[in-house]
T-cell receptor
């Protein structure tokens, strides 16, 4: 157990639907990162939050949004889902004192049918 | 353009043989360099990292990597692979200016044959 918890582990949904992926960071880590791993795009950075505030944005679609709550857990919301959104979504947390000391969760596998 | 390249998509190696995975980067400055491993159904586990100093870095599970500035490379090696080393390996780079976000290579899948 890495200390980063992602739920659910698997999600199957239909096109056009909306889903929410949840991430609980390692205890004490203030930064949360979301990455998408797909067959055609590889591992891509989506968005980062630090202590509740958005810090950096990557290749995140407008249909996707995220937030980090006061208890530091984060949610990634994916709406108007398309077949191409099928991917493994990783959350990682980082302790600000450890530089690049990332801890990755085991991911949520999203399948859009 | 900034990029991370892993030239080998798939490598097959015999158990007990040596392994070398290639990684090249293209950035304006020397970035922070990482190797991660992803076993089937698992998340990403950090094998090793290079920030500065000794260019030969030791990691977990018997892996090591060598940073070569002149070649913009950070190749991963293991002298003798075990069947449990079958996995996907990712090279990643990070720049301090980017809030510690990582850019990953496309990954190399390693198959270990008995």
């Amino acid at each position: 157990d890495s200390g980063v918890t992602q739920t659910p582990k698997h999600l199957i949904t239909a096109t056009g639907q909306r889903v929410t992926l949840r991430c609980s960071p390692r205890s004490g880590d203030l930064s949360v990162y979301w990455y998408q791993q797909s067959l055609d795009q590889g591992l891509q950075f989506l968005i980062q939050y630090y202590n509740g505030e958005e810090r950096a944005k990557g290749n995140i679609l407008e249909r996707f949004s995220a937030q980090q709550f006061p208890d530091l857990h984060s949610e990634l919301n994916l709406s108007s889902l398309e077949l191409g959104d099928s991917a493994l979504y990783f959350c990682a947390s980082r302790d600000g004192h450890r530089g690049y000391g990332y801890t990755f969760g085991s991911g949520t596998r999203l399948t859009v049918v | 353009a900034q990029s991370v390249t892993q030239p080998d998509i798939h490598i097959t190696v015999s158990e007990g043989a040596s392994l070398e995975l290639r990684c090249n980067y293209s950035y304006g400055a020397t970035p922070y360099l990482f190797w991660y491993v992803q076993s089937p159904g698992q998340g990403l586990q950090l094998l090793l990292k290079y920030f500065s100093g000794d260019t030969l870095v030791q990691g977990i599970k018997g892996f090591e990597a060598e940073f070569k500035r002149s070649q913009s490379s950070f190749n991963l090696r293991k002298p003798s692979v075990h069947w449990s080393d079958a996995a996907e390996y990712f090279c990643a780079v990070g720049l301090l200016s980017n809030d510690y976000k990582l850019s990953f290579g496309a990954g190399t899948t390693v198959t270990v044959r008995a």
